[in-house]
């Protein structure tokens, strides 16, 4: 198996020569203006795990660039290898501007590429510092890297990063189960694709009061598909976690409801995610997510009419994802 580092783009270097060349890259041309398009705001790692595909990798790859391009950032890409690397890592160094419909929303988008072994965790966080941008907030981005080795880089790789995120729909983990030092900068990618899911299915529940939405819940159920049991877990945990707040405030009881997450049969089901409230009367609430696009249902009575409505929710770009994963 190739290493993970050759499938990705960028101009091969020795580790030496990596910043020296991209100080001289910048040095050409009209050097005022290529040093405000070029400005960084953050730095973002993107680490990857040894069983981690290049197609998986280079689609994550081109992800991070389509978000450097609306907030500029120094992109470092951690590259596992397999190989004996006899003391020397491998890297790349990957440029490129990119021009908007004027001028001036060009940006220039960087990225530095390293291969490493995977158990050199002092050394990988020193080589790391080195290429950071100083003075910015450094975020994480895991993706396929075991959580028994992400324990083992919280006391180097990670000692100053902002925020780390990872994708519980695609690790092989319970990420959320690492004994992460503040578990208030750690985010779940698949949390973060649920925001329009959310303010859809909050836009037609605030019609209602919450001390309606509480009395006689009977259950709330979650059914997702396996490409989505991240998203499955994660909306099931912001519906427990509304009406635990409000338990919290006294404005109501949910206590006699039962949660529970449950995944679909791959040939039966005709959604990719659904959300079910049923009550100890007839009312009822119920959503769901089509496989493809942004096509999805609501039907419910909750003691006003029962009514079915489409409820179409625009899936979040990758880089978007990103985005609210990163700042929110």
Request: hydrophobic share 35%; net charge negative; charged share 25%.
């Amino acid at each position: 198996m190739a290493d993970l580092i050759n499938a990705l783009p960028g101009l091969a270097l020795p580790v030496g020569e990596v910043t020296s060349r991209l100080a001289s890259m910048w040095e050409t041309g009209p050097s005022s203006t290529q040093l405000e398009f070029r400005a960084s705001q953050m730095n973002v790692v993107l680490h990857f795990g040894l069983d981690v595909t290049p197609e998986d990798a280079r689609e994550r790859f081109d992800a991070l660039i389509r978000f450097a391009q609306r907030y500029p950032s120094r992109i470092i890409v951690l590259c596992p290898t397999r190989e004996s690397l006899d003391g020397a890592m491998e890297s790349k160094l990957f440029s490129q501007c990119y021009i908007g419909k004027s001028h001036r929303e060009m940006c220039c988008c960087e990225a530095l590429l390293l291969s490493y072994k995977p158990e050199d965790f002092g050394y990988l966080g020193n080589q790391v510092s080195i290429w950071l941008e100083g003075d910015l907030p450094t975020y994480h981005w895991f993706s396929g890297v075991p959580a028994q080795r992400i324990e083992k880089y919280l006391n180097n790789l990670l000692l100053s990063v902002r925020r780390c995120i990872y994708d519980s729909s695609i690790e092989a983990e319970d990420l959320s189960q690492v004994n992460w030092p503040d578990r208030g900068r750690v985010r779940d990618l698949a949390q973060a694709r649920l925001l329009p899911i959310r303010q859809a299915i909050g836009q037609y529940l605030s019609g209602y009061s919450i001390q309606s939405l509480c009395q006689g819940l009977k259950s709330v159920t979650v059914t997702h598909c396996a490409s989505m049991s991240g998203e499955g877990a994660r909306l099931l945990e912001w519906v427990q976690s509304c009406f635990e707040d409000c338990d919290q405030s006294g404005e109501c009881s949910s206590a006699g409801g039962e949660f529970q997450a449950i995944q679909c049969d791959a040939s039966g089901e005709a959604c990719s995610l659904s959300l079910e409230l049923t009550y100890e009367d007839e009312r009822f609430f119920k959503w769901r997510k089509c496989p493809n696009g942004s096509l999805g249902e609501i039907e419910a009575y909750l003691g006003k009419s029962e009514e079915t409505i489409p409820a179409r929710v625009k899936p979040l770009a990758y880089e978007q994802a990103l985005a609210e994963a990163f700042f929110f």
